[in-house]
């Protein structure tokens, strides 16, 4: 039997990619999602917010650097629609079909963001996070942890314009990564906390251990 058989599951797992801005999530879900794709299972890599036609219009808004009157509370209100609609419409169909499905932020990052660092009453956006995820949980999130001077000194370094989000500022970032990190210590069972500041094979080794440790059928 193929591998590509051999090793397709019944029912997919969601795998989320967390961290501060610049903290190497996008990098690292790439090469995590080309890893499933080797070892010959189905996998489906997505950027939340993102990955449908109405969830890219939504994060257009998102990141506009001309809406800075943004209400905080439409702001993690677009965030939940944007989410809701990608579950729904492409993550759950993937899950039926046994995909690994790798995303690049979940609502871990409204808890992150939107609850510490624009400091919205918590309940309140765990309450918003329970809409927008529409029933689904992550199996496993990777939380890539890395001080913010040094995620700052990156973001120095591209040249690319900056986003609304990734305007915020140091203190806000500082905020960010507290609450990513409180998160963890509250589902260890769930968020693996990776250290950012590694060589990138290294990071990406890392993570396919502690993947492969509870899903060991993925092994090569
Ligand atoms: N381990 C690493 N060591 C050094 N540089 C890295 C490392 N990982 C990523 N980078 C670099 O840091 C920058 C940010 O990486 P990446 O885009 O993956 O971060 P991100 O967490 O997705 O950021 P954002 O939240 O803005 O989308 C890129 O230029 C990338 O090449
Ligand atoms: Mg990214």
Avoid at 203 to 217: L, N, S
């Amino acid at each position: 039997m193929p591998a590509a058989v051999k090793k397709q599951r019944a029912s997919g797992l969601l795998i989320t990619f967390e961290g501060i801005d610049f903290s190497g999530k996008s990098l690292q879900a790439e090469l995590f999602y080309q890893r499933v794709v080797e070892s010959g299972n189905r996998a489906l890599a997505l950027r939340d917010p993102g990955a449908t036609s109405i969830s890219e219009k939504i994060r257009a808004i998102l990141l506009d650097n001309r809406h800075g009157e943004m209400s905080p509370w439409t702001e993690l209100l677009l965030y939940e629609a944007a989410r809701a609609q990608m579950i729904e419409q492409s993550i759950k169909p993937a899950l039926q079909r046994g995909s690994v499905v790798v995303c690049d932020r979940l609502y871990d990052s409204t808890t992150a963001y939107q609850g510490y660092g624009r400091q919205l009453d918590l309940t309140l956006v765990t309450a918003a996070n329970h809409i927008g995820a529409c029933g689904l949980a992550p199996d496993m999130t990777l939380l890539i942890d890395l001080p913010v001077p040094i995620a700052a000194e990156r973001k120095k370094q591209l040249k690319r314009k900056k986003d609304r989000m990734e305007n915020a500022g140091d203190d806000f970032q500082q905020r960010v990564r507290g609450g990513y990190l409180k998160l963890a210590a509250d589902e260890p069972g769930r968020i693996h906390v990776i250290q950012g500041d590694q060589p990138v094979e290294l990071i990406r080794d890392h993570i396919w251990h502690v993947f492969t440790k509870r899903w060991p059928e993925f092994r090569d």
